[in-house]
């Protein structure tokens, strides 16, 4: 489930935007705009009202003042901008307190360590693989002009690797989503493939890698190796890792028997 993440990315657009309108709100003058209207005309007003070291509230007419008005109104509208996300971000921490995952494994995560056994019953009547595969948004924006192939399935890929892994997944009849955001709050990454085993529903993660020879390219893999670690996403359980031959090539025998030996 992604709703803990969708939840927190809303938290953290709302707290970047209010920081962004109370900077803009230091460069705007103290009080606010004052409105009389007389005779069918408006007069405007600047007020500061007393506080600190000031003793006496603040009064200046600027009616003929259209720079200092227009200031005077931006500020009003910050303010109740910033006010009402305020009271926002103090509901979605309240829900982010009390949420919980409602995913298989958090909910009988105790149940099933008790009885392993037991596990594959958590699928049971569960969305079909063809459900699975369309239930799901990719991240927009992610360097869509890197997008050069396209698979079978419809989807544009980024690699003649990626897009043979594609292909023997899908003559293997191994569901998958293709750059599907991985759906925990501490980790943003987009692996290459998200499978569906379909004999259990397990699921796993597919990173094929390629530029061997670009240690800078290399050594972001590993922090992502790193990341996707803490989070309990690793080699020989969940994860499974493929690189390019010093030549730019692939081994669809290896790529066969890896599908062969842990997927089906």
């Known amino acids: 489930m992604v709703y803990k993440e969708q939840l927190q990315n809303i938290y953290s657009d709302l707290q970047k935007q209010k920081n962004l309108l109370e900077r803009q709100q230091r460069d705007l003058p103290d009080g606010y705009l004052n409105i009389r209207t007389y005779e069918e005309k408006c007069y405007y007003t600047w007020q500061i009202p007393k506080g600190g070291r ?36 103090q509901l979605l921490e309240g829900i982010l307190a009390q949420y919980k995952e409602i995913d298989e494994d958090s909910v009988m995560k105790e149940y099933i360590q008790k009885h392993p056994d037991l596990k594959e019953g958590l699928h049971y009547g569960n969305m079909s693989n063809e459900e699975w595969m369309e239930d799901y948004r ?81 050594e972001e893999n590993i922090r992502k190796l790193r990341e996707y670690a803490d989070i309990g996403i690793t080699p020989w359980d969940n994860l499974i890792i493929t690189y390019d031959q010093d030549d730019g090539g692939i081994d669809v025998k290896k790529i066969d028997a890896i599908i062969k030996g842990w997927l089906l």
């Open 138 to 218: 990719k991240p927009e924006g992610l360097y869509e002009d890197g997008l050069k192939s396209t698979s079978s399935l419809g989807d544009r890929m980024r690699s003649k690797g990626e897009l043979i892994i594609a292909s023997r997944l899908e003559f293997f009849g191994i569901p998958y989503r293709y750059e599907a955001r991985i759906p925990h709050p501490d980790v943003n990454r987009v692996p290459d493939f998200t499978i569906r085993r379909p004999r259990d529903g397990k699921i796993f993660y597919w990173e094929h890698l390629g530029r061997t020879t670009d240690m800078r390219y290399l």
């Open 54 to 89: 000031r003793k006496k509230t603040f009064r200046k007419g600027i009616t003929k003042d259209k720079e200092q008005i227009n200031k005077l109104v931006r500020k009003r509208y910050l303010n109740g901008a910033i006010s009402r996300i305020d009271k926002d971000l």
